[in-house]
Every structure is written in C-alpha cells, then in structure tokens.
C-alpha cells in the first residue's frame, strides 16, 4: 500500500485546533516531552492567532482522521534581501508509524508551501546522535556542521561584558 492510500497530510488552519492539540500530542510522546507540551498548552485564542499568521505553519500527517505526524515551521523574512527562508522547528511521526515515509511526505509538503512562498531555502537542526533525523536530513539536503547556543532572557544583562 502506498503512503498516498493510508495517509494524508494537511497544512493547519486558525479552524484545525483539534488537530493542532493533535500534533502536541504526538510530539510530546515522540521527543518524550509528554509535559514540555501538554502541563501549560496554549489557550485557543493563542493557536487560532499562531495558525493563522502568515509566518507559522504547521502540517498534520493523518491516518483514519487522527494525527500520527506532524512538522511545524516558521518563515523569517530575510533583511540582506527580499527573500525568506523556512526554518523546520519541530518534526516527528508516531512510532507505530516510522519507517511508513511520512516524515519525507512532510517535509516534500512543506517544499511545496516553500515554493509557493518564494523561499530561498528549508533549513533544519538536528541533535548528534539522532541518527534517524539525521539520516533522514542527509538524505533531502546538505550538511552544514555549525554551533547552536541558548542565550537565557533573564538577567542577561548582569551576565554579560563587554
């Protein structure tokens, strides 16, 4: 059975919080951060708002109506030109249904959207030794090894000199 006969994938709308509560879902079980994404969920006025802006987009893979995947990615304007690019936030498929080529199905999706948008490019991040992601990665882009630094919003004028 092919993927197009079992599964569908749908870009979400300020209308789709039932299955943008959905996709929270699975990425909390799927990064097993069941509480990073459900102990303090976003009120719906906070989704409608978030999905229906031109910067957001989120993508639902379905199975039988329910959500088994889903990728969410922000499109950042760009200042050296008038340009943008995609950036990939979260991406994750259930895992009774890895291995099924949802995750390609969703970023193939989301090159789509790109394109519609005139995207220059889809960039991605991945953590060492998530070797399926980076598999994955590997497989539909160029590697570029760079450094990633959380910079913390508090205080931060007290830890910083000159």
């Given at each position: 059975m092919s993927l197009s006969e079992t599964?569908?994938?749908?870009?979400?709308s300020a209308n789709d919080l039932a299955l943008m509560e959905g996709l929270l879902t699975v990425f909390g079980e799927a990064f097993e951060e069941v509480d990073t994404y459900s102990s303090s969920r976003p009120s719906d006025a906070y989704l409608k708002r978030l999905l229906g802006s031109d910067y957001f987009i989120a993508l639902a893979a379905l199975k039988n109506g329910a959500v088994v995947g889903g990728l969410t990615a922000y499109e950042l304007q760009k200042f050296e030109q008038e340009r943008s690019e995609i950036y990939i936030y979260d991406l994750a498929v259930a895992a009774e249904h890895r291995r099924e080529g949802i995750a390609t199905a969703l970023i193939q999706e989301l090159k789509k959207i790109a394109v519609a948008r005139a995207a220059y490019v889809i960039f991605v991040q991945a953590d060492i030794g998530d070797d399926?992601?980076?598999?994955?990665?590997?497989?539909?882009?160029?590697?570029?090894?760079?450094?990633?630094?959380?910079?913390?919003?508090?205080?931060?004028?007290?830890?910083?000199?000159?």
């Open positions: 599964i569908s994938i749908q870009q979400l399926p992601a980076i598999a994955l990665y590997t497989k539909l882009g160029v590697r570029e090894d760079v450094l990633h630094f959380d910079i913390a919003v508090d205080d931060a004028s007290d830890r910083l000199e000159d």
